[in-house]
C-alpha cells in the first residue's frame, strides 16, 4: 500500500518529467484538480508535489494564478549558471585528487554510451548527469554535491532546449572528453578550467538564443 509521501513523490516525478517532456510548456498553469485524476490520488498529495517542485524552481505558485511552470528568462539562466559554474569548478577540483579506478571506469563508460549513433536528448541527459555526478563524487563533499544536483534540476529544462535548438550533441562530446583528459592527467587546475568553459559555452549559447526569441 502507497503512503502519502509515496504519492507525493509519485506525482512529483510525472510532473517533472511532463515538463522535462515539454508535455508541460514554460508559463502552462497546472490544476490541481486534473492531475489528481490523471494519477489517480487525492489532491493532497498533488498539492504537497507543487511545493516540492516550487522549491526545485520548477513551478511557480501564485496566490492568484495557481501553479504554472517556470518560464524560460535569459536572466535566470545566468544566475543559475553563474552559481553553476563556482560550485562545479570547485567540485571538478577536488575529485581530480581523489578519483578511484571504479569512478574512472564507470566515466569511460558513460562516454562511450554518449557516443551511440542514435542516442535520444532525454538518454543524452541522464548519461550527462550520471558522469558529472559520477565525477564530482570523487570530491567527498556530501553538501556540495546537493548543492549541484539542485541547481542541475533547475536548469535542465534550458538543457533539453539547448540540445535541441543550439548545439546538438558534438560540443558536449568534445568538452566532456577534454575535462576527463585533465583528471586522467591528475591536474586540477586543467579539470576546472575545462569543466569552466564548458558551462560557459552552454550557458552562452542558451542566452543567446532566449534573446534572440524573446526568452
Not at 493532497?44 to 517556470?70: H, K, N, S, T, W
Not at 578519483?99 to 562516454?111: F, H, S
Amino acid at each position: 500500500m502507497t503512503t502519502a509521501k509515496t504519492r507525493q513523490e509519485a506525482a512529483a516525478e510525472q510532473i517533472r518529467r511532463g515538463i522535462f517532456d515539454g508535455r508541460y510548456r514554460p508559463g502552462q498553469r497546472l490544476k490541481q484538480q486534473e492531475l489528481a485524476q490523471l494519477f489517480g490520488y487525492s489532491t493532497i498529495p498533488v498539492r504537497e508535489a507543487f511545493r516540492q517542485l516550487a522549491a526545485e524552481g520548477l513551478i511557480i505558485l501564485d496566490p492568484q494564478r495557481g501553479a504554472r511552470v517556470v518560464e524560460l528568462s535569459s536572466k535566470r539562466l545566468e544566475e543559475i549558471y553563474d552559481i553553476r559554474i563556482r560550485l562545479e569548478t570547485l567540485a571538478a577540483s577536488r575529485a581530480v585528487r581523489r578519483m578511484t579506478p571504479e569512478a574512472t571506469a564507470r566515466i569511460q563508460a558513460i562516454l562511450k554510451k554518449m557516443d551511440r549513433a542514435g542516442i535520444t536528448d532525454p538518454e543524452w541527459l541522464a548519461l550527462d548527469w550520471e558522469l558529472h555526478d559520477t565525477l564530482y563524487a570523487c570530491a567527498g563533499h556530501e553538501v556540495l554535491c546537493k548543492l549541484i544536483s539542485n541547481l542541475r534540476v533547475s536548469a535542465e529544462p534550458y538543457l533539453r532546449l539547448e540540445l535541441a535548438k543550439v548545439a546538438g550533441y558534438g560540443p558536449g562530446r568534445r568538452e566532456h572528453r577534454r575535462i576527463f583528459r585533465a583528471c586522467l592527467r591528475g591536474n586540477a587546475e586543467a579539470t576546472a578550467k575545462a569543466t569552466a568553459a564548458h558551462l560557459r559555452r552552454v550557458a552562452r549559447g542558451l542566452v543567446s538564443y532566449l534573446r534572440k526569441n524573446g526568452n
